[in-house]
């Protein structure tokens, strides 16, 4: 089984900083792709950042400049560096993986169970 544990949400003025963490654990052959979304009440969930085996990265627009996602492979960790905060920015964050648990098993998509981050104006 594979688990994935996210950290670091809380509270925060506008102009502020937070640092989101996510490990994945248990049974991790290989990982892919790792990434951010995030889920305000009442919208959708949507594409924060994704970063690449390969070390390529997508921003959304919103966050572009202030955000940034970076990974510990030896740790199985992906990060989440927000600056600048804005109110808008006030949702549940959520981390992905695409994790291979065994040699010539497929990649699976896992997701983590969300940490709250709520910046105020």
């Known amino acids: 089984q594979v688990h994935l544990v996210e950290s670091g949400g809380g509270l925060v003025q506008a102009g502020g900083s937070l640092r989101l963490s996510c490990a994945a654990s248990?049974?991790?052959?290989?990982?892919?792709?790792m990434g951010w979304y995030r889920q305000a009440p009442g919208k959708q969930r949507e594409l924060v950042a994704v970063?690449?085996?390969?070390?390529?990265?997508n921003y959304a627009d919103s966050v572009k400049g202030r955000f940034t996602i970076s990974r510990d492979n030896a740790k199985n960790t992906v990060y989440l560096q927000m600056n600048s905060l804005k109110p808008e920015d006030t949702a549940v964050y959520y981390c992905?993986?695409?994790?291979?648990?065994?040699?010539?098993?497929?990649?699976?998509?896992?997701w983590g169970q969300g940490t709250q981050v709520t910046v105020s104006s």
């Open positions: 992905n993986a695409g994790i291979r648990q065994r040699l010539r098993e497929r990649v699976e998509l896992y």
């Open positions: 970063l690449t085996n390969g070390g390529s990265t």
């Open positions: 248990g049974t991790i052959f290989s990982i892919d792709g």
